[in-house]
Nanobody, 130 residues
């Protein structure tokens, strides 16, 4: 059974950077798609970035385009989210998610939907101060 554990969150000043990590046990990340979502207090959980099992296909939300990069290291069973030029609006709990089961949704839009993912980490808090 795959388990995901996020780390790397914390408090950062506006304009700063963070690298979030999601370590997996049970399977290598090369076998399934992964994503980062975030949820601010009182807000819906929204996709930040996704990456295919091979690492060859990525998606970024418009709100973070150009400021973040998702990557994966199959040897370390870890997916990363490099975040730069952080803004107060980026403050949220960031969740790692994996699509371990064979997908029942096809098309480019599936990767950004919460329902696509069957395995979730507990989240790591990112707070960006003014």
């Amino acid at each position: 059974q795959v388990q995901l554990v996020e780390s790397g969150g914390g408090l950062v000043q506006a304009g700063g950077s963070l690298i979030l990590s999601c370590a997996a046990s049970g399977r290598t990340f090369s076998e399934y798609g992964m994503a980062w979502f975030r949820q601010a207090p009182g807000k819906e959980r929204d996709v930040v970035a996704t990456i295919s099992g091979s690492g060859g296909t990525t998606y970024y939300a418009d709100s973070v385009m150009g400021r973040v990069a998702i990557s994966r290291d199959a040897a370390k069973n870890t997916v990363y989210l490099q975040m730069n030029s952080l803004q107060p609006g980026d403050t949220a709990v960031y969740f790692c998610a994996a699509n371990i089961r064979p997908p029942i949704c096809s098309g480019s839009g599936c990767a950004r939907r919460q329902s696509t993912y069957d395995t979730w980490g507990q989240g790591t808090q990112v707070t960006v101060s003014s």
